[in-house]
């Protein structure tokens, strides 16, 4: 499936999907290990079509066995690598590519499918976002620099801060990417992917930023 497929937010057409216990963001790499005849039918499918799946979040239930409860927030997903085992497993290196909205969910015969349509982000109109910009890099600033403290204190590799407009372009792309580099627990991506526009998912993870450091000064306390 060509990703210009994703481009138009009127299109409906079906996909077959991935249902996770975590949250996909577009711009993540997604490794999967296949072992459920199911998808491992959906793998094999999407390998000799060359098309995407769709993953969506697991809202109550558990990845196997199917009786699950599934969001609608979605995002397409390719696989880059396929690598098959003896036993007709597969060990994927997948990656996010665009947010979906799940209309329907089909029956799972022979894998879980969907009728989806695209998600694109609404227009941002006249609302200024330096300000949550500023206030979204200077919180992820904090956040690195007291998981840099902790990794030190434990001789671990330091990690580097991301920046939330590395390239100056401001797209929704690069936020997307922004986004997936930070750690952030399943409730915030997931708001992070149902967000409408870059300023809502700029302040959802001002939000979500916010409790992460307070997490993280927890964790530097001293041991009493």
Do not use: N
């Not at 249902?19 to 998808?39: C, Q």
């Not at 372009?169 to 708001?191: C, H, I, M, N, Y």
């Amino acid at each position: 499936m060509d990703d210009d497929m994703h481009a138009r937010s009127d299109d409906i057409y079906e996909l077959p999907m991935f249902p996770l216990g975590s949250v996909v963001l577009p711009g993540d790499d997604v490794p999967l290990h296949v072992f459920e005849p199911r998808y491992r039918a959906m793998v094999q499918h999407c390998l000799d079509t060359e098309s995407h799946f769709g993953v969506a979040l697991i809202e109550r239930g558990h990845e196997v066995g199917g009786g699950d409860v599934r969001g609608v927030a979605a995002v397409s997903t390719r696989i880059d690598r396929a690598l098959p085992t003896p036993d007709g497993r597969f060990v994927l290196e997948c990656r996010g590519v665009d947010r979906i909205r799940v209309l329907e969910w089909l029956p799972d015969d022979p894998y879980p499918r969907a009728r989806v349509t695209a998600w694109p982000d609404l227009p941002a109109g006249d609302e200024s976002l330096d300000e949550v910009y500023d206030l979204v890099q200077e919180r992820t600033d904090r956040l690195f620099e007291i998981l840099t403290g902790i990794a030190r204190s434990r001789d671990l590799p330091t990690p580097e801060a991301p920046r939330v407009d590395a390239d100056g372009t401001r797209s929704v792309a690069e936020v997307w990417e922004f986004a997936s580099s930070l750690p952030l627990g399943s409730s915030d991506r997931a708001k992070v992917l149902a967000a409408e526009t870059v300023g809502r998912r700029l302040h959802v993870l001002a939000t979500a930023l916010e409790d992460v450091i307070a997490i993280a000064e927890f964790s530097a306390l001293p041991d009493l």
